[in-house]
């Protein structure tokens, strides 16, 4: 993805019409796909189950990307499942979201892609998260 004609598509997911539109921004050759999903906060997500994240959550599976990260706002186990069969940069599970040190942000590769990953917790000062840095193989 370097390069000046990478191009980029946005994806609107399903979002709660009370709350901040989602989407999934993707290359146009779907090689990769981020996103924020729904926080499950009052203001965007609040009925029990996080109905929005979930749909929004299978949207971005359907998109078909090879690499899928961003700010999910999943708990490990859910993202685990979500994304079985994928490999994930840092299973360790080590806490992502500063605010309240837990994990909620991924990278997803197919797998066996996923060659080197590292949280720069050094980096993160001007964010309430923790920049996620992964190297991905090509297929």
């Not at 009052?42 to 029990?48: F, H, I, L, M």
């Amino acid at each position: 993805m370097t390069g000046d004609d990478t191009r980029f598509e946005i994806h609107p997911l399903t979002s709660p019409p009370w709350g901040p539109r989602r989407f999934a921004v993707c290359t146009a050759d779907r090689t990769f796909c981020t996103t924020h999903l729904s926080s499950g906060m009052a203001n965007d997500d609040r009925q029990k189950g996080a109905p929005y994240r979930h749909a929004q959550l299978r949207e971005l599976l359907k998109l078909g990307a090879d690499v899928v990260g961003g700010d999910l706002n999943l708990m490990p186990r859910a993202a685990a499942t979500a994304y079985r069969g994928r490999d994930e940069c840092d299973p360790r599970n080590r806490w992502t979201y500063i605010t309240r040190k837990r994990k909620i942000d991924y990278l997803f590769a197919a797998d066996g892609r996923v060659r080197r990953c590292f949280l720069d917790h050094a980096r993160s000062t001007w964010s309430d998260h923790v920049p996620l840095h992964a190297w991905i193989s090509r297929r």
